[in-house]
């Protein structure tokens, strides 16, 4: 009788798909959790929860300065994240630079997309500048735009 593969080539066959057939099959590795930190649609990634619990250490021990230089690197690898922006905002509200105050919150909205409540708190610290400044009518203006996020 005569086969029409040989018998060689058929083993050899048989060896290949015995192989495949026992290779273990890996399942995709699940994302990390967001950090506790992140905003919603806006998850940081470890480096950045990093440098934005330092910022908050820093701020809390009364050193705005170092609080303001850690958001800073945070944004020199992530210039596009609007909490970020938000929490350098805050810490210039504090150290009583309305200006840049008023600037990164309103950069922080330009990146929020459509998380209002983070836009809610940047027109409350616009307003918060603009009243330091003195812009009675500028804070009414920041005001009525974050209660229409409401």
Not at 118 to 132: G, P, V
Request: glycine content about 4%; charged content about 25%.
């Amino acid at each position: 009788m005569r086969y029409p593969f040989p018998l060689a080539a058929i083993l050899v066959l048989a060896a290949f798909l015995s192989a495949c057939a026992s290779t273990p099959q890996f399942a995709p590795t699940p994302p990390p959790p967001p950090s506790p930190f992140s905003t919603p649609g806006h998850p940081e990634s470890p480096a950045i929860a990093s440098l934005m619990d330092n910022a908050r250490a820093e701020y809390v021990a009364g050193r705005p300065a170092n609080a303001a230089a850690s958001l800073e690197r945070a944004l020199r690898i992530e210039p596009r994240n609007p909490r970020l922006w938000q929490e350098l905002s805050r810490v210039r509200l504090d150290q009583k630079e309305f200006a840049q105050a008023e600037s990164f919150a309103q950069r922080s909205n330009s990146w929020a997309g459509d998380d209002n409540a983070l836009r809610f708190e940047n027109w409350q610290l616009i307003a918060k500048a603009r009243e330091a400044r003195g812009d009675a009518g500028g804070a009414k203006a920041a005001l009525d735009a974050a209660e229409r996020l409401k």
